[in-house]
């Protein structure tokens, strides 16, 4: 098969390719709406032209110049369509507080001292005026009964103050200014007890409004029938997708174990409903009209089970793709099963662009290609005559193509990899199909007390036991092999590789063999590169509210200065993304002292953490450099720059607002002598190299 043959069999490849690189490129340099729109035109002016012209339209040698049309009308929507819904996000912003006034999207979450949710701002009234405006923002309540009562659906005023999202700027740590924005969110309000009030309880109809109904009432059922603690909480997110309150233990033991992807409904969730459910109507294909009734009976199927999860993003993108699957087979072009995944995923990045850039979206269709390619390559490999063995088998074959698809993302997401995935994948997706099922009949015999009480003992059994082969996978030697990294750069080479494997594998050709050996040089070539660098002495001021946190980096060495209140979790969030993304092999941690002197090459860093009438003397002894300023030390800020004026100074995140507000004034904001980590993120800087 050569490539030009695959998009022969599969035609929607040339529409979905084009509109993956627009939606792509658009996100990193943005292109001008009118440059867009003369592309689209003009594409469409070509297609339209061979579509008219007979002569151009049989032409072979002109077929290349169709194609490129078609890929301008793709290229060109794509971003469009990323413009139009980012432009739908932005909202009136002023350093003011200001009144919103909309609806709750989802189930506010707990969160320390306050509840959290998204809210549909609908209005702004700003200088006594309301706007009538579409936009969301996450809004983060004062903790208290009236918060924890809350409903999807509930209309509300409230005062506070938008801010736009942003991040801390801690280099490599987790992007959750772009996270939010894939959800369509680009900014956040703290709002106390005070200043809100709910002025209407639900919404007229809504299938979002239905579905967090449904599913709540189904949370009940199993609670009624005697599923509690962690069975509830597993059981709840492996059937529902409802993981409120879990235990973080849990869930670090599942994601060790490599059977976390379970507790996330989503694809293999949809996957497993549809199979079982298309075995069990196979018999409908007999028929006249049988196919048709059965591809209606899946899709109500698939849908129904949306709607009990929630209309959760992820169910909901797997009920699509599978829906498109099913259309396929009932107007028999199942011909390709590639074909029917182009389909849905141009539907839906056209509907929604910034799914391109969501991690569930990313592993649910690489894990469906990667399943889809391998599994019948790999089951082919052995034959298998005994029923139960072959199935096992195929559930192996399974689990590795699905592994082969999505590790580079895991390690490039997640920096670890089970060592027993197939293990726990023997247990887990096997469980997840007879669980998911007995769970529905639960739900239907949960007005006939002693039926609904016996299923609900059975499924609480099956959950506890399931739980313990897990947790024991999880403790067993070597189960997770942690601190793994992939750059941008690597990842994107990584998959490079895969596809010229497959490209090598379907169409065996030469070219095909070149690309995977120039791919398999490129991706050695920033290695290489490293061998070559200078090593460098660096500084780092982490931006972890509350907290100091001071990176001194020489070469491959870091040492790591904190204060005595950091938590192992902060360190893990913030200062071990750094450490393996710059390759740093060894690392050692000190405790701050109040007054900390280092000294790198020739540079001298001052850390100062109070007030001392000796500190005048002792800087002008070492004539620091770099003055980092943490909690206590602001008030020698006066001192030090009158004395030092050529200095760097830095204040970290741990020093109060009060304390702020107390010694800074707003000429400092323009001192170019000072940076503020918090206003300004994470400070980093080259002190020298290495000899």
Known sequence: MTFRELLRQNPFLRFLLPLICGVALYDIIGIPQVLNWILVLFGFSGVLLFTLITKLRKSYPLRSLFGFFVFAVCFGFGNIRYNDIQSQMYLPISKSKIILKGRVLDTPTEKGRCFSFVFDVQNIKASDQWQKVSGKTMIYLQKDTKAKELAIGDLLVLKTELQRVKNAGNPYEFDYASYLKTQH????????????????????????VLASKW???????????????????????????????????????????????????????????????????????????GRHLQGILLLLTLWIYALLTGMSPSVMRSAT?????????????????????????????????????????????????????????????I????????????????SLAAQIGTF????????????????????VITMAGILIYLSALLLLLSPVKILSESLGWLLRNLVEGMNFLIVKIQALPGAVIRELSLSQYQLLFTYFLLFSLIALLSFKRKKAVYAFIIILIGIQLPNTIRIFQVPKREMLVF???GHSVIGLIEGKRGLFLVDGKMSSVISERIIQPFVLKENINQTSFDT???????LMGKDVVAIIGKWDHDLEKILK???????????????????????????????????????????????????????????????????????
Not at 414 to 427: A, C, D, R
């Open 185 to 208: 969110i680009l900014y956040s309000a703290y709002t106390d007890s005070l200043s809100w009030k709910q002025i209407e309880k639900g919404a007229d109809f809504s299938i979002k």
């Open 215 to 289: 599913r709540d009432q189904l949370l009940s059922i199993y609670r009624e029938n005697g599923i509690q603690n962690e069975s509830f909480d597993i059981l709840a997110a492996l059937t529902l997708g409802y993981k409120t309150g879990m235990d973080p233990e849990i869930k670090k033991a599942w994601a060790d174990a490599g059977a976390m992807h379970v507790l996330a409904v989503s694809g293999l969730h949809v996957g497993i409903i549809y199979m079982i459910m298309n075995y069990l109507i196979r018999f409908l294909a007999c028929f006249k009209y």
């Open 321 to 381: 793709m599978f829906s498109f699957i099913v259309i396929g087979k009932v107007l028999k072009r199942e011909g390709s099963i590639y074909n029917s995944l182009a389909v849905s995923a141009f539907f839906l990045l056209l509907i929604d662009p910034f799914l391109l850039f969501t991690v569930g979206f990313q592993f649910s269709y690489l894990a469906v290609v990667s399943i889809v390619f391998f599994q019948p390559q790999f089951e082919r490999l």
């Open 383 to 398: 034959y298998v005559g005994n029923l139960i063995l072959k199935l096992l088998w195929q559930l192996t074959t399974v």
């Open 408 to 427: 580079p993302l895991a390690i490039y997401y997640f920096h670890q990899f089970p060592s027993y995935f197939l293990l726990s994948g023997y247990i």
């Open 543 to 545: 931006n972890s509210r």
């Open 592 to 598: 701050l002292r109040p007054i900390d002197i280092k």
């Open 621 to 691: 002894l070492i004539q620091p450099d770099y003055v980092v300023l943490r909690l206590g030390g602001l008030q020698s800020k006066k001192m030090i720059t009158k004395e030092f004026p050529n200095c760097k100074m830095i204040l970290d995140a741990s020093i109060y607002s009060g304390d702020r507000k107390k010694y800074l004034s707003k000429e400092n904001e323009e001192d170019s002598n000072l940076f503020d980590v918090q206003n300004n993120g994470a400070y980093f800087c080259v002190l020298s190299t290495v000899n």
